[in-house]
């Protein structure tokens, strides 16, 4: 498998300028621990984690021992409280992001992916095209769903092809804004990973998939869980 086989497309971003309030909103209602920055022409400039957002919390907070359950509170706490935090801590992205994060291509082999995390210590890659514009992000998650459903051999072509009709038949439905549904494809056999937030979202993503010519069948391994209330 490849990069491209399991990677989620068009991922959610944010621009150098967003402010933390905007981005910590996205982190909560997305469910997810990391978000890349982009630039107008759609390169990869910087990357924004939870972990970016305890440190600059860690900056201008003296309450040391508080420092990350704070943040991790944020999906707890009553309302009123998180948005006081997101608007006391407002800053911009490119102040907090890891700047010039490692990338990988569409082509890269799944366990080089697996290697650079773990040297790295990440738990997510973007992948980009070869003028440096994102394509898609490859998590711990990713390679975690490839390999509970790869075999021995290679993504054939046909199961690759499937895919791509997977994601097409989404778009058409308009279902293609869930960025966070993973699709992997193997002998035929589509897997759906992710979050979604009804079983009604879940049943529309499988039928849509089982109605793609070629598809053997469809194995949803989604998870339903609610939207994060607005702040």
């Known amino acids: 498998m490849q990069a491209k086989d399991v990677m989620t497309p068009d991922p959610v971003t944010v621009g150098p300028d967003a402010p933390v309030e905007e981005i910590a909103r996205v982190l909560l209602d997305k469910r997810i621990s990391g978000v ?35 943040w991790l509170q944020l999906f707890t706490l009553p309302e009123d409280r998180a948005r006081a935090f997101v608007r006391a801590h407002g800053r911009r992205a490119r102040e907090i992001m890891t700047p010039d994060p490692v990338t990988v291509r569409p082509e890269t082999p799944v366990a080089d992916i697996a290697r650079l995390l773990e040297e790295r210590g990440i738990k997510r890659v973007p992948v980009v095209d070869a003028d440096g514009r994102l394509v898609g992000i490859v998590s711990r998650a ?36 869930y960025p966070y549904v993973n699709v992997v494809v193997q002998d035929g056999v589509v897997h759906l990973w992710g979050i979604v937030a009804s079983r009604e979202i879940r049943e529309a993503l499988a039928l849509a998939a089982g109605e793609v010519p070629g598809v053997r069948r469809v194995e949803t391994h989604l998870a339903v869980r609610s939207p994060v209330p607005e702040i």
């Open 142 to 177: 990713d390679l975690l769903r490839a390999l509970a459903v790869q075999r021995s051999q290679p993504v054939a072509g046909d199961d690759r092809a499937l895919r791509e009709a997977v994601l097409h038949a989404f778009d058409r439905a308009g279902l293609a804004h």
């Open 36 to 70: 890349p920055v982009v630039d107008e022409a759609g390169r990869v400039v910087g990357i924004v984690s939870e972990g970016d957002l305890i440190r600059r919390i860690g900056e201008e907070d003296d309450d040391r021992p508080r420092r990350r359950s704070w």
